[in-house]
């Protein structure tokens, strides 16, 4: 059983930054794929983005392209998730999970979850 813990979550005003991580307890990342999810109040979880487990192969939700920066460090056993120029509307309980396949971006498809950080961008 794969066990993830994500960090790095908080409270930020918009036009900031946070970087969010995640890494899994008891095992490795080696041949997962990993995904960030976010849900706000209210709203079903979401897609956020998404890598390959070289790291070759990344997806971004159109919301966050161009603000938001998938990465992973294998040798750090740890993925990242770069959120710069936040909005208020970014605000949510950021999930991680994996899955031992290809890189996917819809929830049913991840094996595995973290139990979230929480993320709030005040405007």
């Known amino acids: 059983q794969v066990q993830l813990v994500e960090s790095g979550g908080g409270l930020v005003q918009a036009g900031g930054s946070l970087r969010l991580s995640c890494a899994p307890s008891?095992?490795?990342?080696?041949?997962?794929?990993v995904g960030w999810f976010r849900q706000a109040p209210g709203k079903e979880r979401e897609f956020v983005a998404a890598i390959s487990w070289r790291g070759g192969s990344t997806h971004y939700a159109d919301s966050v392209k161009g603000r938001f920066t998938i990465s992973r460090d294998n040798a750090k056993n740890t993925v990242y998730l770069q959120m710069n120029s936040l909005k208020p509307e970014d605000t949510a309980v950021y999930y991680c999970?994996?899955?031992?396949?290809?890189?996917?971006?819809?929830?049913?498809?991840?094996?595995?979850w973290g139990q979230g950080t929480q993320v709030t961008v005040s405007s």
């Open positions: 999970a994996a899955r031992k396949s290809a890189v996917a971006v819809s929830t049913p498809e991840y094996d595995y």
């Open positions: 008891g095992c490795t990342f080696s041949m997962l794929a």
